[in-house]
């Protein structure tokens, strides 16, 4: 059983009753073989543009557990009715695909390959290897961050030194 | 002409260092974002109604992907504009 998320949109000129008689339909169609886990009506709401020339729509959420052949029938039964402005069926995610471990990396080095977050084996740094070999010592929850430290640390002594010595050029080019 | 374009950007760089950006989603430790949420995404969207690069937003990519996405499916049911004017 998988769960799934619809939403859906009813034209704002239907009664309160219609209204209340399309959602009760349409839950229906889901109890009959799944489970309803939740319904969540934000009642009348603005359009961010508009549809079928309303400004305004009936929100409507349906979340349940399913096989998959009742979003295909809930899908059908929108399409047939021509209250329903809109609608949007999400498969949820139950479980969670295979996520890296959480560490004390800043967001931009997480990117790295695995390879290169064993600083043992920083060849482009060849400080950071020696920064990581001395903090080794140290007790491990500092190491962490300590070297994320020192890492942005290398990465900025090398910009630095790439500008003074691109400042000589500028100069000489400005003296042209 | 490309060694040109660098000391121009590094001299720069050195009187303004870029500031550090970092994705808010990974700071809350966000893993799902909600196409309902609508307040959030708001801020994830320019004054065009476009998604906001990730250089501009700082996000993470793992985030950004599911930020467009999320962005997407709002705008499918209207609480988000497609474009803006």
């Avoid at chain 2, 995404?41 to 990730?54: A, D």
Wanted: hydrophobic share 35%; glycine share 2%; proline share 4%.
């Amino acid at each position: 059983m998988t769960q799934y998320e619809t939403a859906f949109l009813i034209s704002p000129n239907l009664e309160e009753e219609a209204i209340e008689k399309v959602i009760s339909q349409m839950a229906e169609v889901v109890k009959k073989k799944g489970k309803l886990i939740n319904e969540d009506r934000w009642g009348k709401k603005r359009l961010a543009y508009p549809i079928q020339n309303f400004e305004e729509a009936f929100y409507v959420f349906f979340l349940y557990e399913a096989d998959p052949s009742i979003p295909f029938e809930l899908e059908r039964r929108f399409k047939q009715t021509e209250a329903i402005l809109r609608f949007l069926t999400i498969k949820k995610e139950t479980r969670e695909k295979v996520r890296k471990k959480e560490k004390e990396i800043p967001e931009e080095e997480k990117s790295l390959s695995a390879a290169e977050e064993i600083p043992t084996e920083g060849e482009d740094f060849e400080e950071e290897a020696e920064v990581a070999a001395e903090r080794k010592e140290e007790d491990e929850e500092a190491d962490e961050k300590a070297e994320a430290d020192a890492r942005e640390e290398a990465v900025e002594k090398e910009e630095k030194v790439d500008e003074e010595a691109s400042l000589p050029e500028e100069k000489a080019k400005e003296e042209d | 002409m490309a060694r040109e374009q660098r000391t121009e950007r590094s001299s720069f760089r050195r009187y303004f260092p870029p500031k550090r950006k970092v994705c808010r989603f990974c700071q809350r430790n966000v893993r799902d974002i909600d196409y309902k949420n609508v307040d959030i995404l708001k801020r994830y969207i320019l004054e065009r109604g476009k998604i906001s690069p990730r250089r501009v937003s700082g996000t993470c990519s793992y985030h950004q992907r599911r930020l467009s996405t999320a962005i997407k499916r709002a705008r499918i049911l209207a609480l988000l504009p497609f474009l803006e004017d």
